[in-house]
């Protein structure tokens, strides 16, 4: 019960109290009085019938003593009148029996109004001739009675009314800050900290409102630095501190975790620049000029490339820095390369320095699939341009044409596949913390082309350059929701691409879509990559927003890799976080990632989101995961991907 409905039966106790006593004590008093005004009335009436019929009593005139008592009886205000002789015979007695109308039986026995007799002595001089007896009747005494009931009970209900209003509004406006408490209370529950800036005048409200300012700034205070601490540690561990690049082995696990993810297998190039003379440079200027040359050098990489949001930058040695681009394909990632070279060769310092050379090696591949051998390639190519002398950069395709198709070749295929529905999928379980429990299944695109399955990373670049993958993304959706028709059994996620988050048409054909879909809705996971954030922050909410109404819900995968994701954990509705797999990878042996995990379950499970990880490659690895308090996770470890079809027979009484 509500403190208002308890502070409102707390004022309906008191005031049926006293207005119950004053109704008593109201209807006794009445009682009382009327009881008094009988017995007044009945004596006097006695007196004076006495003395009326003492002439008629003297000369033993019975029928003139009858005719005054019927007169004094017919009245109707007494219910008895007797006359007796001196020796007690009755010689008149007029009565009537006790009918009461208009009043209820309750009433009357409640009250029992008594009858009060009036007694007089008839006599003649000083001679005694007998006794009149007048009792008074109790009719019309409880037909007023009642009547001063009925009064105060109308008084009563209309004051209790009157009363319950004023203690309605003025609890309404006693009790407003404890709403406004209430409210900041479920806003901090949704990560929000808001300060409530109108202060009650009564002293303990007022109080308390101040405390609770004091705790929501508090709270706000805690997260916040534990949000930062997390990307300052995280940023020390993985990221260079001249370049604010990634280093060495962050540079490693980031290309390691895109190549082993569904994103790998597609076209991308590896880019080594070297930085020749730059131990001269620092011995004529001094380190710290030579740490900007190279601070310059490497936001120019990053603004060159700025528009594959996909590229991984980093720092490999003191005088190397390295750039793996995906997504590109032949004739773009050759024109890069000279692009890049030119950009990075014309900033200023290479022409004030004579010490300073700069030298790109690059090298493309049709197909992406381990980082060893694009690294090899590059670097020979960085050697070869070393090999010349003057500042230049060398461009090697390390697979032949043969396995490239051309872009008319990709578009004829795609279109194709779209019009005759050709995608098949493959799903990869995600299990809960236990490693038992199916929660949801990941769903892959596969193309078949050639008796060959082609993963998403290697067709969906070519699908965004034609403008199609929004037209996938809405078959699989469809595709999917022919295959789940109930709302029961395991979520099913699908990886959304950015240009269907971008698109105008596709969060109005999914909203007709999942209204007309209630059962698919229901189990229904839309994926986007962690850094969509930093770059669609509109479109992202609004489709959080969107799928949340329509009982989907929105997970953002590869988490970690982005700096500004963090700030919107606090007021966006999502269902979970899924860490990137290069925080997973051998996590057992990396004590940066574990606690950098560690600090991901604290930040996701105080705003109430999930924590998942993906790319869990043996039992070790989960172990540690687990004892850090991840909700789930999925990988080679806890379950293959595998063609739709067979998921659910394997998982068996799990699946619709």
């Not at 009245?75 to 009461?100: A, C, F, N």
């Not at 080594?272 to 490497?298: M, P």
């Not at 528009?307 to 930058?313: E, G, R």
């Not at 090697?396 to 043969?402: C, G, I």
Request: contains cysteine; negative net charge.
């Amino acid at each position: 019960m509500t403190l208002y409905r308890q502070l409102i039966l707390v004022i309906t106790c008191l005031i049926a109290s006293i207005m119950a006593g004053n109704f008593v004590v109201s209807v006794i008093n009445a009682r009382d009085y009327v009881s008094q005004q009988m017995e007044i009335h009945a004596q006097d009436t006695a007196t004076s019938l006495g003395l009326t019929i003492s002439h008629a009593a003297k000369a033993k005139d019975e029928a003139e003593i009858r005719s005054f008592v019927d007169v004094v009886f017919d009245r109707g205000y007494y219910r008895q009148v007797t006359y007796r002789s001196v020796s007690g015979d009755m010689l008149v007695e007029s009565k009537m029996p006790i009918v009461i109308e208009g009043v209820p039986n309750w009433f009357i026995q409640l009250i029992d109004l008594s009858e009060p007799v009036g007694h007089a002595e008839v006599i003649s001089g000083w001679f005694r001739l007998g006794a009149v007896d007048v009792v008074s009747h109790p009719g019309l005494a409880y037909l007023d009675l009642w009547r001063v009931f009925k009064d105060q009970l109308w008084l009563f209900l209309f004051t209790s009314v009157f009363c319950y209003l004023l203690a309605g509004l003025g609890l309404a406006v006693l009790l407003r800050p404890l709403r406004q408490v209430e409210v900041q209370a479920e806003a901090i529950c949704r990560r929000e900290f808001p300060v409530q800036s109108n202060l009650p005048r009564t002293r303990e409200l007022r109080r308390m409102v101040l405390a609770m300012n004091r705790m929501v700034q508090k709270i706000q205070s805690m997260f916040q630095e534990q949000v930062e601490l997390s990307s300052e540690l995280r940023r020390q561990a993985n990221f260079d501190p001249v370049t604010e690049l990634l280093n060495r082995s962050g540079f490693d696990a980031h290309l390691e975790s895109r190549l082993s993810s569904e994103r790998g297998g597609s076209a991308g190039e590896m880019v080594l620049i070297q930085l020749s003379g730059l131990s001269e440079f620092n011995l004529r200027v001094g380190r710290a000029t030579g740490d900007q040359c190279l601070k310059g050098l490497a936001e120019a990489l990053t603004e060159s490339l700025v528009q594959y949001p996909d590229a991984i930058l980093g720092r490999r040695t003191g005088t190397d820095l390295c750039a793996f681009i995906p997504l590109v394909d032949l004739e773009e990632g050759e024109a890069i390369a000279g692009e890049l070279f030119s950009r990075l060769n014309g900033l200023s310092w290479f022409r004030e320095a004579e010490e300073l050379q700069l030298h790109m090696g690059v090298a493309f591949a049709s197909r992406v699939t381990e980082q060893g051998s694009l690294l090899v390639e590059a670097d020979l190519a960085l050697r070869s341009a070393q090999s010349q002398g003057e500042a230049n950069y060398q461009w090697h395709q390390v697979d032949s044409a043969e396995n490239s198709r051309s872009a008319s070749e990709w578009q004829e295929l795609l279109g194709e596949a779209l019009e005759h529905k050709r995608f098949t999928f493959h799903v990869q379980p995600v299990f809960e913390r236990d490693g038992k429990t199916l929660s949801q299944w990941e769903v892959f695109c596969r193309l078949p082309v050639d008796g060959d399955l082609l993963a998403a990373g290697v067709f969906l670049p070519m699908a965004e350059r034609f403008g199609m993958s929004e037209s996938i993304d809405c078959l699989m959706i469809k595709m999917l929701a022919e295959q789940y028709t109930e709302a029961r059994g395991p979520k099913v996620c699908v990886n959304l691409s950015p240009s269907s988050l971008v698109s105008e048409t596709f969060l109005p054909w999914l909203d007709v879509f999942l209204r007309n879909n209630r059962a698919f809705a229901q189990r229904l996971v839309l994926e986007l990559p962690g850094y969509s954030l930093a770059t669609h922050e509109r479109e992202v909410r609004s489709l959080a927003l969107k799928v949340n109404e329509l009982g989907s819900q929105l997970l953002l995968d590869h988490f970690g890799t982005g700096v500004a994701a963090f700030a919107f954990l606090q007021s966006l509705p999502l269902f979970a976080l899924k860490v990137d797999r290069c925080f997973v990878n051998e996590i057992d042996l990396n004590a940066d990632n574990r606690f950098f995990v560690q600090s991901l379950v604290q930040i996701a499970h105080s705003c109430d989101v999930k924590l998942l990880v993906e790319g869990v490659e043996t039992e070790a690895e989960w172990s540690v995961l687990q004892s850090l308090g991840i909700d789930g996770g999925q990988g080679y470890y806890l379950g293959k991907p595998m063609a739709l079809e067979y998921a659910d027979q394997e998982f068996c009484g799990v699946t619709d």
